[in-house]
């Protein structure tokens, strides 16, 4: 194409939209178009980012879809300079353009979150062990005032405040990077008389789901090593808050990590655990693991809501089994 910069043009169409589409569709044209531009060696692309009437935040959605296609994992940026554009440059026909102005540094704040959360997401076993993990948190939240950090790693603190935790971590306590690590990360704003509300997330932090004595077989245990996507979700929730820092929001994030491993002192079926809430929980399948991981620190949680401003709890985990099974395929 002779009528723009370096002679190259990617139509990146979404297609037509229905009113049963919603805005994947941008998402969706904005990754492939970029995954193109970047196999035919594009290294400062420009994306022209055109305001799609059906979807409010289609712009956004669009910028959001072009960055996933940049994202290079977190061990391949380690052991090598990886980086697969020198810039990239944004384009839309507005003439508001203080609105798209806004748009792009929410892209970028939400992006910035999301690599920090998938750095957490797809690292290895070991890379991304609890200890490590514990290590990546800290050093992502340097020097951020609005942000407080506390890492619980004792192991007799766990066993008293986490017991349900501590169970499913029984078998890997024999290797000290893989044992239990409870972190508490707090966002406060700058001036907290503005909160109006107070979020509470816990995050499923499985780093390697074996199944433990319940364990997979037929290679069902291949990728479990993400089963920590939903203390990965949490770390980057509150990542974004640290860089958008909305006046008006607490929020307290518990990543729960841990590893279900198989051995001697696994934790085993019909087992009788005493919860930290007092209830009494009989192990069924230690396969399902993750509803344990997060019990206790979402009792916790419940506990400490009740001196909070309009608080919200929530779990995030990585239950793709169950959720196939209630609601099908195409959801879970």
Known sequence: CDYVSGGR?????????????????VKEAAYKGMTRALDAGAKKPLLVVQNVIPFPDGQLVCILGAFEALYIPLQMRERENTRNFIKIGLHAEEKRTEAFERVVRNAIALERARVFARDIAGGDPER????????????SFLEDSNISITVVDDDDAIAEDYPLLAAVSRAANRVDRHKARVVEIEYKPSDVARVTETLMLVGKGVTYDTGGADIKISGKMAGMARDKCGAAAVAGFLKACSILKPPHLKVIGVLCLCRNSVGEDSYVADELIVSKSGKTVRVTNTDAEGRFAMADALYKLSEIAM?????????????????????GNYTA
Request: charge should be positive; charged fraction near 15%; glycine fraction near 4%.
């Open 9 to 25: 043009l990617i139509l990146a169409p979404t297609g037509k939209i229905t009113p049963y589409h919603d805005a994947r569709v």
């Open 128 to 139: 991304m062990a609890p200890a490590r993990i514990v290590d990546y948190v800290k050093s």
């Open 307 to 327: 001196s909070e401003l309009n608080p919200h709890l929530y779990t995030i985990a990585t239950l793709t089994g169950h959720a196939r099974a209630s609601y």
